[in-house]
């Protein structure tokens, strides 16, 4: 593999390393969020926006760690055929499936990219008692697709290179 591929692996599993780190800490936001919910729900008048804005928070959660689940092989794998090949084999299928999920994450980000874009111009709000303003979580969703789409073509090129014997370390 050529210095450019070595070094856009290198860069975007750091980076991607980094942000997931980083974004792990959402889900005791969100838990902190639900504890607020319990608590005014019981006691006092209950606060409109908990539920949804832990929604929100969850949906940044899944997708901005989503990049960092797949550099770290936390993804669901149904292991059937898979355990009993070889290492190669299992690169060069690792390699395959790559390509399907860049294809389709190409589809996702051009479609989060457009329903950002709308609602950032016409003001989208949720339908909610809350009517939260859409484009924050829009884009975080756009961010999120954009960060997987980057960790998985490095995740492609270390398979690639898996699939010819050899390795390119992050």
């Known amino acids: 593999m050529t210095n450019i591929i070595k070094g856009y692996v290198r860069v975007v599993d750091k980076m991607n390393y ?3 780190r980083v974004a792990m800490f959402t889900i005791f936001i969100m838990v902190g ?13 209950p606060a409109l926006w908990t539920y949804e804005f ?8 899944f997708l901005i760690g989503g990049a960092y689940s797949v550099q770290l ?7 059937l055929l898979y355990g009993g090949w070889s290492q190669r084999t299992q690169y060069r299928w ?4 790559s390509l ?13 990219i457009d329903s950002a874009i709308y609602a950032i111009s016409y003001g989208e709000r949720s339908y909610s008692i809350w009517r939260p ?31 010819k014997g050899k390795e390119i370390l992050s």
Do not use: E, N
């Open 94 to 97: 690792d390699s395959v499936t």
């Open 100 to 112: 399907i999920t860049i294809a389709y994450l190409i589809l996702l980000l051009y479609g989060s």
């Open 133 to 163: 303003y859409m484009w924050p979580i829009k884009l975080i969703m756009t961010l999120g697709i954009f960060l997987m789409l980057l960790q998985l073509i490095s995740q492609f090129f270390k398979d690639l290179a898996g699939a």
């Open 33 to 45: 969020v639900m504890f607020y919910s319990a608590i005014t729900k019981t006691f006092f008048t």
């Open 73 to 79: 092989h936390g993804h669901v794998r149904m292991d």
């Open 54 to 61: 832990a929604q929100f928070l969850m949906v940044a959660y």
């Open 18 to 20: 980094l942000i997931g």
